[in-house]
């Protein structure tokens, strides 16, 4: 808070000096009033009574058209004495007398010594003998009875009473000119003090011997949360110090006076970390002592972050607009950029041969946004186009993932600069590609956990001695150098079919997919003129990969079957027609139909004829109708079907043929769509060659035909019909179908008997 003492005493004086005045003008007034009456003048009174009136208006006059105390200490005097002379002149012309005039004429000057303005105090004095000059040379007697009486030779008392009160009254103005000056220099200093410690920046505290506060500056009274710093006056120092910390250091300031005490305090103060130099040393005479606190707080906090800047891993720099990279740099920054001195190099030169142009335009645009702050820092923090990519190094050809924060900095006289923070995420954005894959497989092994857990053991041995085989025959056909890459291709095709249609008829669809990945990249490869031998070795990787994960099947389910304890074993024909079952229920299930599976089978039969291959044609049959038989539950209503669809199998003797028939009530055969289709990959030339139905028929066991529009795990790869056909031949039998449209289609199975197998092999099955 502003002291205002000083002003305020002036301001009293003022007071005082024209009440004074006003006081003077009532007594001589009244006085010379009371004179006249006793001699008998009753005009002289009234004269007298106006000019006390006059006096009196003067006064309000003055005080009203000069509301200032300052005007005032020359206008009241003045005012005084003019009275004082109309009334002498009065009373002289009247034959009267008044003997104490020069005495109040010189009183009249040294009580305009009472205002603190040299100046007018001197003007007053001219002004005052002016005037008692014009009485002298007028014959106004202002001595009294002996004013006209000679002193010396020609000199009379009225002319030495002037020369005293000139005399006198400038003896006084040169006496209160040395008071004032001598005056004004210690209120200038005082004030000059006063100013210093309200303005300077430091904390500073004066302290006496005894370490009691004589002043201290207003931060340091900020700092205490003091609002007066005048009412700490005394008290011990100690108390200005707001922590126990600053305590400490104070006090073992002041235990070391009478030599120069300067150390660096470091403290918290409200929960902020401060940084303080301490100055201590003895003020002159052997008064006390001067405390001085210069704040280092922001130049500790630079050097922490110059520190942090040349100490972190991080690529800090400055650009201006023609991004241009200034000099001050951190240390990590040419080895994040892969640059020896990045100092006046384009930041965007640099990223040339990381980005593509389109992208570096925008990149630029993005510069030109931030450098005019056209969005808020948050949004163009979303929309930066360097927050994650890939950098190559010009010089190393070293890649990097790096990741970039931009802010203006102004720095004055309308410079303003890009400060750019360069992280290296490498390491992090690996981590987290590795952390990803490993949950990746942690969920896939969890997910293949709970697919193997509803797994008959019956049919997942089966399972497994299928894939082996499969798997056994695919590396056979790589090892056949008699075959080219292309038939080599078309066999492993078909055993990567074989083994994704027994992972899917088990439900293993983290698996399935695998394979069904793997199945579309050999069908890209057999579309390949010259296969090359870097897709061969990639193809005979991941079969390596698909052969392992079948082995962490075996281990995983080995370890069920241990909690599971003992279970009923299903026969083999058992285990079939349940294989069977969930292969239409996960088709239907995946192709939202409704399809009911019936069987009507012998089982002697189907002992007789081999397990694998009566699967495998069996599976691709029932997926076959499933995917191009039976139609969705809304069309089969239109043409005022049951929603669900029927597939029925039956396996019986006729003579000495083994007669397997598999039919459905689906649409029937498209001959329209077979012949579209043959035409679009050049199996016919011409559309009036697609009217040989048995023809078109031929056509959907050629491998890589196919109706279907799009290609899922249950078909449109054209391969299942394709392996029925090889698989019945490969047995002897033959292949006829029937179809009727919108009636359904049956396909006819006859396969050569074979001997009735031994009666010890039937009990094992």
Not at 225 to 243: C, H, R, Y
Not at 360 to 367: M, N, P, R
Not at 725 to 738: E, S
């Amino acid at each position: 808070m502003k002291n205002n003492s000083g002003k305020n005493r002036k301001k009293f004086s003022f007071q005082v000096a024209n009440v004074i005045v006003f006081l003077g003008i009532l007594l001589l007034g009244g006085g010379s009033s009371v004179g006249v009456l006793t001699q008998g003048s009753p005009e002289l009174f009234v004269i007298e009574v106006m000019i006390t009136i006059l006096g009196l208006s003067g006064f309000i006059i003055a005080y009203k058209a000069f509301n200032n105390h300052e005007k005032l200490a020359f206008w009241m005097p003045g005012i005084f004495f003019a009275f004082l002379s109309a009334l002498q002149s009065l009373q002289a012309r009247g034959g009267g007398w008044d003997e104490y005039y020069l005495p109040l004429c010189i009183a009249c000057c040294i009580l305009s010594c009472l205002y603190d303005n040299y100046m007018q105090t001197l003007l007053f004095v001219v002004a005052q003998n002016l005037a008692l000059g014009m009485m002298a040379i007028a014959d106004v007697p202002f001595m009294g009875a002996n004013s006209g009486k000679i002193f010396y030779e020609a000199i009379s008392l009225t002319t030495l009473g002037w020369m005293i009160s000139a005399l006198a009254g400038f003896m006084v103005a040169v006496a209160f000119g040395v008071l004032y000056r001598r005056t004004k220099a210690a209120l200038e200093r005082r004030d000059s003090f006063k100013t210093l410690m309200d303005t300077t920046p430091n904390y500073i505290a004066m302290v006496d011997k005894l370490n009691r506060v004589m002043n201290i500056s207003s931060n340091l009274a900020k700092l205490a949360n003091i609002e007066n710093p005048d009412l700490v006056i005394g008290s011990p120092v100690i108390d200005l110090f707001p922590s126990m910390e600053m305590k400490e250091l104070a006090g073992d300031l002041l235990r070391k006076t009478g030599r120069t005490y300067e150390e660096m305090w470091e403290c918290w103060i409200n929960g902020e970390h401060r940084y303080f130099k301490a100055l201590g040393d003895d003020l002159p005479d052997e008064k006390g002592i001067l405390i001085n606190l210069i704040d280092m707080t922001h130049l500790a906090e630079r050097d922490e972050i110059a520190a942090m800047k040349d100490n972190l891993d991080i690529g800090i720099f400055l650009m201006d607009k023609d991004y241009i990279i200034q000099d001050n740099y951190s240390k990590a920054l040419p080895r994040i950029l892969g640059v020896k001195n990045p100092h006046n190099m384009r930041f965007t030169d640099l990223l040339v041969s990381s980005v593509t142009p389109s992208e570096l335009i925008a990149i630029k645009d993005y510069f030109v946004m931030t450098f005019e702050k056209q969005f808020e820092q948050e949004m163009l923090n979303d929309i930066n186009p360097l927050n994650e990519f890939r950098y190559c190094a010009s010089a190393s050809k070293e890649w990097k993932i790096l990741h970039v924060e931009f802010v203006t900095v102004d720095r004055g006289h309308g410079q303003i600069m890009l400060m750019a923070s360069i992280y290296d995420i490498t390491a992090r954005v690996e981590l987290q590609r590795k952390l990803a894959e490993e949950e990746k497989k942690r969920q896939e092994e969890m997910r293949s956990l709970f697919e193997l857990i509803n797994v008959e053991p019956k049919v997942f041995d089966e399972f497994i001695e299928d894939v082996d085989y499969e798997f056994e025959q695919i590396d056979n056909i790589l090892k056949n150098h008699d075959l080219t890459p292309h038939e080599s291709l078309v066999e492993v095709y078909k055993s990567v079919h074989a083994i994704k249609s027994n992972a899917v008829i088990l439900g293993l669809a983290t698996f399935g997919g695998k394979v069904h990945a793997l199945e579309s990249e050999i069908k890209r490869m057999r579309e390949v003129e010259g296969v090359p031998f870097s897709d061969m070795l990639h193809l005979t990787l991941e079969i390596e990969k698909l052969m392992q994960e079948k082995e962490n099947f075996r281990v995983t389910l080995e370890r069920i079957n241990t909690f599971r304890g003992g279970a009923k074993v299903k026969s083999n024909n058992d285990v079939l027609i349940e294989s069977l079952t969930k292969a239409c229920e996960k088709a239907s299930a995946d192709l939202q139909k409704k399809v009911k599976f019936m069987v009507d089978v012998d089982q002697d039969v189907m002992s007789r004829v081999p397990r694998r291959i009566m699967k495998e044609v069996l599976m691709q049959l029932v997926r076959n109708s499933v995917a191009h038989g039976i139609e969705p539950p809304e069309e089969r209503a239109a043409k005022g079907k049951d929603e669900k669809g029927v597939i029925y199998l039956s396996i019986k003797t006729e003579k000495d043929m083994i007669h397997i028939r598999l039919r459905d009530d689906g649409g029937g055969i498209n001959y329209d769509k077979i012949r579209q289709k043959a035409l679009e990959n050049g199996f016919i030339k011409t559309e009036a060659e697609g009217h040989d139905k048995n023809k078109l028929l031929h056509f959907i066991f050629s491998p890589g035909f196919s109706t279907a529009d799009i290609e899922t795990v249950h078909g449109g790869r054209g391969i299942g019909l394709n392996i029925v056909r090889d698989k019945v031949k490969d047995l002897g039998g033959t292949l006829k179908i029937q179809s009727e449209k919108d009636k359904g289609t049956a396909f006819n199975l006859y396969i050569p008997l074979p001997p009735e197998a031994p009666a010890q092999e039937k009990a094992a099955s």
